[in-house]
Structures are given as C-alpha cells and as structure tokens.
C-alpha cells in the first residue's frame, strides 16, 4: 500500500507558477513509477506528467510541455509538479497517483495507476 498526500495548490495569475509536492509513505516509493493528472468541473481526469522510478524517464502531454517540470526526491518519498507559465485552462484539481513497474512510461490510462492522493485544488485567472 501507498498513501499519498498532495500540496502546494493555489490561486495565482495567469503567467504565474506554482509547485505541487505530493509526499508518499507505505511501501518502498522508489520503486513506483509516478504521474500527475488533473480534472476540472464536468470533465474527465487527464493526464499531465509522469517520472519513471529512476526519475530517468519523463513524459508530458503537448499542452505542458515546455512549462511543467515532473520531478522526484525518493530520499524525500516526494515527486514534484514544477508549473510556470500557468494558463486558465490549467485549473483543476490535480491527482498525483503510483503504479507499479511494467508499463511504458508513455503509456496515460489512469486506470493504470494503483494509488491515488486526495487531489489538491489549482486555479490560474486571467
């Protein structure tokens, strides 16, 4: 089992940032590959980010690329959502959620992932 708790979430500008930290205890962190998925109101969670166990791994959907920045500290149990450049369309309440190994780190199902935190809330203004 992991137990994971998101932080970090706000409200900021349009252009502004923020970072996200989602803190894991339970089983061995580093042995889980990580991602970050969002949901706004009436639409379906999504994926963002993901980091290989290693962290040598990183993916990201287009419309993030160039601004967010997936990272992780396995002596901190800690994987981190760097967001600049923020735009309205990135609100959301943001998941950060742990999967066992054996998938493509490319690969976005949601179901695909074994453990999920409670979601902390990200609202951008213009």
């Known amino acids: 089992q992991v137990q994971l708790v998101e932080s970090g979430g706000g409200a900021v500008q349009a252009g502004g940032s923020l970072r996200l930290s989602c803190a894991a205890s339970g089983r061995t962190f580093g042995n889980y590959d990580m991602g970050w998925f969002r949901q706004a109101p009436g639409k379906e969670r999504e994926f963002v980010a993901a980091i290989s166990w290693s962290g040598g791994s990183t993916f990201y959907r287009d419309s993030v690329k160039g601004r967010f920045t997936i990272s992780r500290d396995n002596a901190k149990n800690t994987v981190y959502l760097q967001m600049n450049s923020l735009k309205p369309e990135d609100t959301a309440v943001y998941y950060c959620?742990?999967?066992?190994?054996?998938?493509?780190?490319?690969?976005?199902?949601?179901?695909?992932?074994?453990?999920w935190g409670q979601g902390t809330q990200v609202t951008v203004s213009s």
């Open positions: 959620a742990a999967r066992n190994q054996g998938y493509p780190i490319s690969s976005t199902w949601p179901a695909l992932y074994d453990y």
